[in-house]
């Protein structure tokens, strides 16, 4: 057995136990990303040098009691649109090919903080906008589970990374599903926190009122783990949350007596695919016969979700994205005459077809004379769609459906069709909308043997509640590893 | 021809007082090396954050209750859009929907000596721009970014200014308000106060208002003036060849006395604002809003009572004398020493606006420390040096801000009030001048002050005059 | 199709975004934005007269810093990825002609 099949909780444990060395840990890491990169290509960035003096720094620091938490010595994937000092972060766009920032992302701080070992950054549609990995500057990545299929996207190198086993843990960002959506193709468990509740400073910014950064792992107790070390009121960032709770491992114990558990009619209709269907209403069946009151209710809306999404998602990146000019960072074309040639073969060259859809369109929702009919709109629809889960949760504790409409599409089926892919994000996007953390966790395989992941979706700082949720039912779930990984 | 009336409305951007910057802790001071003041935040890093200073609000609530506006209790910042290179994020955080002022105005005198109330539309806080520095021949220009994120506020009148006179006299109260408050030196010469003038003109007696142009780069209000004319006459010219006036920007080049449009086809002017995503809301509360206004420090009409009731200054130089911050200042710190109210008015009055026309200079550029100037008050109230080479150390001090009692030591200026030195040296005039002896016991008195000068020079200034007079007439009976 | 974009908008947009797109990406985009339009437009299905825009989720506010100076001098670090770095400035094509 590899040590890599052991989630990263187990392996804190063993190095704790100085069962396993920091530095062997590493370097099982190294050896399967070396193995299996090739197939997989998870990865923009691999720092096997710098990650191995780290590796040396973190066990002094474990022997020294400065590292005492339950992953210090584990290696960690961080998704390519977190800034890491003196390491290339791409946002796997050639606009940002040589940018190696002078800072890093509080999400990285505490997770060096905790005595984490970063073996590389993942590749990731570029920016984060896309559902497949396929935007990627880079070249796609391939899921585990079969490499013909997308890994889902955007976070879909670090699920990727998990799914094949080449990392322990990774980190991801969810804008409209990022870290659900890939969890849910790659058989992984990935975590969207609450708006507020990890910090975005130094996350390379797609939709800022809408992007959050959060765990994906090989189960609930990593995910839990991880989110009590990545969570924290960071005074850097002004949408920041001060919680009044971050001991979300506490809600590790397999009951769900009297949970109440909410299924939307709303996901389960034209769309959604029979074998996803099944397995994710088999999972809920799972749930009732361990206590909880589940039932169903209309939730309303979901329909408008995506296109309120698109529209604010879209302005918001305009504008983030304006500042990739060619001046301060990053790719400057050759050959210009003056400035705004030079802002717009720089601009032009450096980003790929669906940043500039999106920038384009973002543009236009905000121009004079459109800014009322498509963004103030968009922000009046996304306050129903926040009354609508105002509404449930008065009612039900936990919100069930799945994570997707499919399971993993095959690679370069979905590009072609913007629409038809923003479609696929339908069951995801309303919580970013909302601000609601959501977790994905795996409900089983389709015919093909792939990976169908179940969504449960919590109120406003109750990821305790989905992840009892989603704990009490992985205690039932055979652990299923990807082929990649035997 | 038609008469036209000329209608003017300003947007005053200041810069705040503030130790560091809007949105980052980057200082704000002047003079660093290049880039030197920057961080990731104030320089558009890619996963950078704004955090707003507190101190931007309170300096902005302030100056929008000096001028009599309402604040707005729950405001917000928005993203204003467009490409240029001291631009970091290419958007500026700005406020446009919920500005945190809104609805003032303040009072100016016209030249007819009346009043005049000019309406202030809005006051909003955003962020500064870098600086740009072109390189006269080569073909790059070079960026920095230190007054990058600087905070401003922008004060946005109505367009209810008729003339240049108008357009001073406003501009001159707005600083004087800023400057009370504490809030911005208002320098415009260094940028810290810049306006940028929206002028129309319309025949006299219509109520509608025609196009207007928005002019920049002014910075004197010599140019303001200047530009103010220019601006007129070209559009009068416009209109009276049967042509329009075209809503536009334009650049005010004050050498060549004369405006260029600042349009190209790739500025828009469509800058897609929307709500800053970043920033959360200002919630000024009931309470807060209390506190800064009793924190609010003297303002310029309180502070000429409180001169003359307390200090029994005339009103023309208590009038004189507030009409600038940085005078009533030095007046109250030298006051403050030497407990001569009457005395130091004088030299401000006098003597230091001399040096100032003399030099032109700005009161701002006032150098000399209120202990120096004390320090010469006493040393004339001691008689230990008469007025005229007072009035000689005054200008050292003025220029160097010297040390008086140091300098007149070292000069040997003192007076000589020794009995016996003078009226050996006034025997010796007497001796001398036979004839203006003469004069005067024939009666004309005036000849005595030729002797008194005599004197003086023989002594090198350095007499009391009032004794030289006192012997002479002695030694004259 | 009810939203038509011209090539008109697709100019106007280019400059706005400072994107300059070949004739092929200028039909796609045409299309593309046409059709995301249409589908943005569902949202006037909805009545949303009586509903205040939601820019932010909760309602946090007056995060704010205090004005003390934490930095010091960011120069070199300012400037470690610039494209065209000239002594301590960044160096662009002139902008006043």
Not at chain 1, 301 to 325: G, H, T, W
Not at chain 2, 448 to 465: E, R, S, Y
Request: charged share 30%; with cysteine.
């Amino acid at each position: 057995m590899s040590l890599l099949n052991l989630t990263a909780v187990e392996l804190g444990k063993k190095i704790k136990a100085s069962e396993v060395s920091v530095t062997e840990a590493a370097m099982a890491a190294f050896e399967e990303i070396e193995k299996k990169e090739e197939k997989v290509n998870s990865f923009v960035t691999v720092e096997k040098e710098k990650a191995l003096k780290r590796a040396e720094e973190v066990q002094k620091g474990i022997a020294d009691g400065i590292y005492t938490g339950p992953l210090a010595g584990v290696p960690v994937a961080v998704k390519d649109n977190m800034c890491t000092e003196g390491t290339l972060t791409t946002c796997s766009s050639k606009i940002l090919s040589n940018f190696v920032p002078t800072y890093s992302s509080e999400a990285v701080l505490n997770l060096l903080d905790a005595g984490a070992v970063i073996v590389g950054k993942t590749n990731m549609d570029e920016f984060a906008m896309g559902s497949t990995t396929e935007t990627s500057y880079y070249g796609a990545t391939k899921n585990p589970w079969n490499t013909e299929h997308v890994p889902g996207g955007s976070s879909g190198g670090s699920c990727a990374a998990v799914a094949a086993e080449e990392c322990f843990y990774a980190l991801g960002s969810d804008t409209g599903g990022s870290i659900r959506q890939p969890s849910s193709f790659c058989g992984v468990t990935g975590l969207k926190p609450t708006y507020g509740t990890v910090s975005r400073y130094g996350l390379i910014a797609y939709g800022s009122s809408l992007d959050q950064i959060g765990p994906v792992a090989k189960d609930v107790t990593d995910c839990a783990t991880i989110l009590e070390i990545i969570a924290s009121y960071d005074k850097k960032d002004s949408t920041s949350v001060k919680r009044e709770d971050y001991d979300f491992t506490s809600a590790l114990t397999d009951d769900v007596k009297g949970l109440k558990i909410g299924i939307p009619r709303d996901y389960f209709g034209e769309g959604l695919d029979a074998e996803v269907k099944e397995k994710v209403l088999a999972a809920a069946k799972v749930l009732e016969d361990k206590g909880a009151a589940v039932e169903e209710f209309d939730l309303s809306l979901v329909e408008y979700a995506i296109p309120a999404y698109y529209v604010i998602a879209c302005a918001e990146a305009s504008s983030n994205l304006a500042r990739f000019d060619g001046v301060k960072y990053g790719y400057r074309t050759e050959d210009y005459q003056g400035l705004h040639n030079m802002y717009k073969k720089s601009r032009s060259e450096g980003f790929g077809a669906e940043v500039k859809r999106r920038i384009m369109l973002g543009s236009f929702v905000l121009s004079s004379g459109y800014y009322d009919a498509y963004y103030l709109k968009a922000l009046r629809t996304k306050a129903l769609i926040k009354q609508a889960f105002d509404k449930a949760f008065e009612k039900y504790d936990v919100i069930l459906g799945p994570a997707a409409p499919t399971t993993a599409p095959k690679l370069g089926e979905s590009l072609d069709d913007p629409i038809q892919m923003y479609l696929g994000d339908i069951y995801t996007i309303s919580a970013n909308l909302a601000g609601l953390p959501g977790i994905s966790v795996p409900c089983g395989l389709d015919k093909n043997g792939l990976p169908v992941g179940l969504q449960l979706i919590g109120n406003c700082f109750e990821e305790k509640k989905i992840i009892r949720a989603a704990y009490a039912y992985e205690q039932t779930r055979e652990f299923t590893h990807s082929p990649l990984t035997e | 021809m038609k008469q036209y009336e000329t209608v003017i409305g300003l947007e005053v951007h200041v810069e705040l007082a503030t130790k560091t910057k809007i949105f980052c802790g980057c200082s704000t001071a002047f003079g660093g090396a290049e880039n030197s003041h920057t961080c990731p935040v104030c320089t558009g890093m890619p996963g950078s954050l704004p955090v707003l200073n507190k101190k931007v609000v309170e300096y902005a609530v302030a100056v929008g209750l000096a001028t009599n506006c309402t604040i707005t209790q729950n405001c917000k910042f928005d993203r204003k859009n467009y490409f240029y290179p001291d631009n970091p994020q290419n958007y500026q955080i700005s406020q446009l929907y919920l500005p945190i002022c809104r609805n003032g105005g303040i009072e100016i005198e016209t030249e007819e000596g009346g009043k005049k109330t000019v309406g202030i539309h809005e006051i909003h806080m955003e962020e500064d721009a870098g600086k740009l520095v072109h390189d006269e021949y080569g073909e790059n220009s070079l960026v920095d970014f230190n007054r990058s994120g600087v905070p401003l506020i922008e004060i946005v009148s109505e367009p209810d200014m008729r003339s240049a006179e108008e357009v001073i006299a406003y501009l001159e109260k707005l600083r004087l308000i800023i400057q009370y408050l504490g809030a911005s030196d208002c320098k415009l010469q260094e940028g810290s106060m810049r306006a940028d003038v929206n002028l129309s003109i319309r025949e006299v007696g219509t109520e509608e208002f025609g196009t207007r142009t928005e002019m920049k780069n002014l910075n004197s209000f010599k140019a303001i003036a200047r530009a103010i004319e220019g601006e007129r006459e070209r559009q009068i010219d416009l209109l009276e060849a049967g042509e329009k006036v075209v809503q536009e920007t334009r650049r005010w080049d004050d050498a060549k006395e004369y405006s260029y449009a600042m349009r190209s086809k790739e500025d828009a002017q469509d800058y897609r604002y929307f709500p800053e995503p970043d920033l959360v809301p200002v919630i000024i509360s009931d309470e807060w809003l209390k506190e800064i206004k009793e924190r609010q420090p003297e303002l310029r009409t309180e502070k000429l009572e409180r001169y003359k009731r307390e200090f029994q200054i005339p009103d023309y130089d208590a009038g004189i004398i507030t009409s600038n911050k940085h005078l009533a200042d030095i007046f109250e710190e030298t006051t403050a020493i030497c407990n001569n109210p009457k005395k130091v008015s004088n030299w401000l009055m006098v003597e230091t606006m001399r040096l100032l026309k003399e030099h032109e200079m700005e009161v701002e550029e006032i150098k000399f420390s209120p202990e120096n100037l004390a320090k010469l008050i006493k040393l004339t109230d001691e008689n230990q040096i008469n007025s005229s080479v007072a009035k000689e150390v005054f200008e050292k001090i003025f220029d160097e801000d010297i040390d008086p009692e140091q300098y007149v030591e070292e000069n040997g200026l003192r007076t000589v009030s020794d009995d016996g030195a003078l009226r050996s040296t006034i025997e010796k005039v007497i001796a001398e001048n036979p004839k203006s002896v003469e004069d005067y016991k024939s009666g004309k008195k005036k000849a005595i002050g030729f002797l008194v000068g005599q004197t003086m020079k023989a002594m090198q200034g350095k007499a009391d005059p009032g004794m030289v007079n006192k012997i002479l007439t002695e030694l004259l009976q | 199709m009810a939203n038509v974009i011209s090539d008109e908008t697709i100019e106007y947009v280019g400059i706005l975004a400072k994107l300059e797109l070949s004739e092929a990406e200028k039909e796609r985009a045409k299309k593309d934005m046409g059709e995301m339009l249409d589908y943005i437009d569902k949202l006037n299905e909805l009545d949303t007269s009586e509903v205040e825009p939601m820019s932010h989720v909760f309602p946090v506010n007056n995060v704010f810093r205090e004005d003390e100076v934490t930095n010091g001098d960011g120069r070199e670090k300012t400037l470690a990825n610039a494209p065209a770095r000239k002594e301590d400035t960044f160096e662009v094509p002139k902008t006043i002609v």
